[in-house]
């Protein structure tokens, strides 16, 4: 039993992680502790700013 | 301590046994399961058949087949450092976990080609369908996509084109170069097409989508200003709205003053796409096309899980016979043989060049370890190609009747609903008026005949799963329209994303004539690029509206083409790189998909230019117009069509250039001739495999 809920709490976590990438917010945390700015939406703003050009860039196919 | 041994032996014994014994069993239900999906006939089949045979191809393919290539071929090596890990920017180049590259990877392959491709060729029957994605993504697409991720990650994360460039040769990155722009636009004209065939006279799918752009303005704005970041959060704010907009539809349809301004006719929805084309490229990333992306994203990994679990649940029967009599080339929905037509209307599904691009694109710079290539290049296609059974299993449960009254053009079947039924029952396939009068008012649609594209169909399949496992008939409407809403936001975000990497291709060659022309905020360079890529996709589009064949029979085809003759580019690469690499005797494993390719792509192109059949040749086509009576549309219908002849034309012969520059590498490695030179960054030992101690 015990075995199963450390297996479901992985799997939930692993999910959860996978969505925080594809979605962009990990990319966010990260660009705030690197440029040690607090969640506002001037960082978002500078955020979006640098990840625009190779965000933008990236293809998507068919 | 003998015993110890002894007893370790045992175990290890009793081990491989057991797998030899797994593998054996899965051995012999996968190859019944073929068997029962190829030989049966007559009685229909039911829909687990496919899936049992999908899911043991797809685990041989994995264990077996990739693994051999990993080892033989590839030797990927756990212990060199990947460019995620030597040029760590915290922006492109990140270390990132094989799942979450996993996930990444499958949200960027995976489009509305594996969803659109299968319905179109279930024309055939679900056999051809069927047996070309499982044998095109075991030893074709996955194959690709595995090799030219790793030959990426081994060259700092380059893309195809500087790869083509550096090992065949400045042909083969100018041809690779003007293929992606050339796949771009088609892509993106057939794309908008399909949305406008699935909305034409449809008011309520017509008011849910154009409620999903003020849904992605507000999620854009409270992203930017209320919780920035939130991106999760946002997306469910955002989904939950867009289940309200499909609930407001059926108000919007069922007001007729409200249904009189969203019944809109396909030239009015093309000149609107056109206009929002051109608005998302220019307008600000965070405005409107990053909450799009982020709401697609979000619904199409949703909906892909839970049209799985439908099925399985389910298990439909498939109506479809799995053979039709339209593999003798005069298919309603596409004109054309099986052999090649069948292999370029299917690409994403089995392989698709476009792959190559994402392969050679971000990913690279993700990937922590090389023999995460693997999972990542060879596993996220085997998924893509589990979308496309779904998608063939879901045109296949409809009665054939109603399939090919949704699918067939008008100029085919005829324009009434009396002569529709008529001749498609002519062919075999029962369907009354009343049938469809009774289907279309089930999910909430005025009519359903002559909705080509494969949307339409695509989601009447689904709404039925749905409607079968969740709600019953009383909901079939609802689904429908959900299905609808996903495959149109999932092209729409395709049109967004790809007009704007069109303009900064364009951009970036326009920099080397006038350097400001390149920078990605100067407005007059912005508008000026924008209006030149819609300009190209919506000629296209206009083109197919106004094909009195539906556009779908001329533009699909044209699409498949350039995508597979990228692939073709593509495979050159790789095979040039594996003879290079001394390992020519395994070379056969990228040199078979590429003569496989080859063969589809230039038949495919010969018809589609010479054949004598007006339904088939774009020459052909001309020339039928010419002779018979003139009308307004005649010398536009005309030009239209040496056009496309045109552009096939010198596609194919750019690709047979990149073929013959690449020939004559391996001839001149084999024979000693040529100085073996490949192109790898030099190896170094990985940081990683320490710190994880």
């Known amino acids: 039993m015990r075995r199963a809920v450390t297996a479901t709490r992985i799997l939930l976590g692993a999910l959860l992680t996978t969505l925080r990438e594809i979605f962009d917010e990990a990319a966010y945390s990260r660009f705030l502790s690197r440029t040690q700015m607090r969640s506002s939406p001037a960082a978002y703003a500078a955020f979006r700013h640098e990840f625009e050009e190779a965000k933008a860039r990236r293809p998507k196919c068919c | 301590m003998l015993d110890g041994i002894g007893t370790e032996h045992e175990e290890q014994g009793m081990k491989n046994t057991l797998s030899t014994l797994v593998w054996l069993g899965l051995a012999i239900l996968g190859a019944a399961a073929v068997g029962v999906v190829a030989v049966h006939r007559g009685e229909p089949i039911n829909a687990l058949w496919l899936v049992v045979a999908a899911t043991c191809c797809y685990a041989f393919g994995y264990r077996f087949y990739s693994k051999f290539i990993a080892a033989k071929i590839l030797a ?32 960027a392959i ?6 659109v491709g299968p319905v179109l060729a279930a024309q055939f029957g679900y056999l051809p369908g069927t047996l070309w994605v499982l044998a095109g993504a075991v030893f074709a697409g996955c194959v690709q996509d595995f090799v030219i991720l790793l030959f990426s990650v081994r060259r700092d994360g380059k893309s195809l084109t500087e790869m083509a460039k550096e090992e065949i040769g400045p042909v083969g990155g100018f041809v690779a170069y003007v293929a992606v722009i050339a ?14 065939n699935a909305l034409k006279d449809s008011p309520w799918g017509t008011f849910t ?77 965070w405005l409107l096309l990053a909450p799009r992306d982020y709401l697609s994203t979000f619904v199409k990994l949703g909906t892909i899980a839970l049209l799985g679990i439908g099925i399985v649940a389910l298990h439909p029967t498939l109506h479809m016979p799995a053979l039709t009599r339209f593999v003798d080339g005069t298919g309603p929905v596409f004109a054309g043989k099986i052999f090649p037509f069948a292999f370029i209307t299917i690409a994403c599904g089995a392989i698709s060049g476009f792959h190559s691009l994402i392969s050679s694109g971000t990913t690279p710079k993700l990937i922590a370890r090389e023999t995460e290539t693997r999972i990542v290049g060879y596993g996220a296609m085997m998924a893509e190609s589990a979308v496309a059974v779904m998608a063939i299993i879901a045109a296949c449960v409809l009665q054939p009747g109603i399939y090919f009254a949704i699918n ?23 369907v009354t008026a009343a049938d469809m009068q009774a289907l279309a008012h089930a999910v909430g649609e005025q009519t359903l005949f002559n909705r080509t594209g494969g949307a339409p169909a695509f989601a009447v399949g689904m709404a039925r799963i ?32 790809g007009t704007r990497v069109a303009r900064f291709m364009i951009q970036d060659a326009l920099s080397h004539i006038y350097k400001p022309l390149g920078r990605t905020s100067w407005y007059p360079s912005i508008l000026a690029t924008s209006a030149l890529v819609v300009a190209a996709w919506g000629y296209f589009l206009w083109q197919g509206v106004k094909d009195p064949l539906g556009g779908i029979n001329s533009l699909w085809p044209l699409f498949g083409i350039a995508n597979q003759l990228l692939a073709t580019v593509a495979l050159c690469v790789a095979t040039t790189i594996i003879i290079k690499m001394h390992r020519a005797k395994y070379a056969a494993v990228t040199l078979l998909p590429l003569l496989w390719l080859v063969a589809v792509t230039f038949t495919a192109s010969w018809h589609k230019v010479f054949d004598p059949s007006p339904r088939i040749g774009f020459l052909a086509q001309a020339h ?43 001839i001149g490695v084999l024979t000693g001739g040529e100085e073996v030179r490949v192109k790898e960054t030099p190896f170094v030992m990985t940081r990683l495999a320490e710190e994880r101690g």
Not at chain 2, 110 to 115: S, Y
Request: net charge neutral.
């Open chain 2, 466 to 497: 749905f409607s079968q496992s969740l709600g019953g008939e009383t909901v079939m409407a609802l689904w429908y329209h959900f299905a609808v809403m996903f495959e149109a936001l999932f092209i729409l975000t395709i049109l967004d994303a």
């Open chain 2, 110 to 115: 995976a489009g509305p080609g594996p969803l």
């Open chain 2, 183 to 196: 796949i771009l636009v088609i892509l993106l004209g057939v794309a908008a097409l399909i949305v406008v």
């Open chain 2, 76 to 107: 990927l090596d756990a212990l060199r450092a990947t460019p995620a890990e030597r040029l760590e920017n915290g922006r492109d180049f990140l270390v990132t976990n094989k799942w979450v590259v996993f996930g990444h990877h499958f949200a």
């Open chain 2, 624 to 666: 039928a117009l010419a002779a018979g009576p003139a009308t307004a549309a005649t010398a536009r219908l005309i030009f239209n069509n040496r056009l496309d002849a045109a552009v096939t034309a010198i596609l194919v012969v750019m690709v047979a250039l990149v073929l013959i520059e690449s020939a004559r590498q391996w």
């Open chain 2, 209 to 285: 989508i154009a409620m999903t752009i003020p849904i992605a303005l507000l999620m854009g704005l409270y992203l930017r200003r209320i919780r920035p970041g939130k991106v999760l959060e946002v997306s469910v704010i955002g989904f939950i709205l867009v289940l309200l907009a499909i609930w407001g539809g059926k108000w919007a349809s069922l007001n007729p003053d409200v249904a009189h301004i969203f019944s809109l006719s396909g030239p009015t929805l093309a000149i609107l796409i056109i206009v929002y084309g051109f608005a998302a490229s220019a307008l600000p990333v």
């Open chain 2, 408 to 430: 067939s053009p008008a100029g085919v079947v005829g324009s009434t609903a009396t002569a529709a039924t008529a001749t498609i029952s002519g062919w075999g396939f029962p």
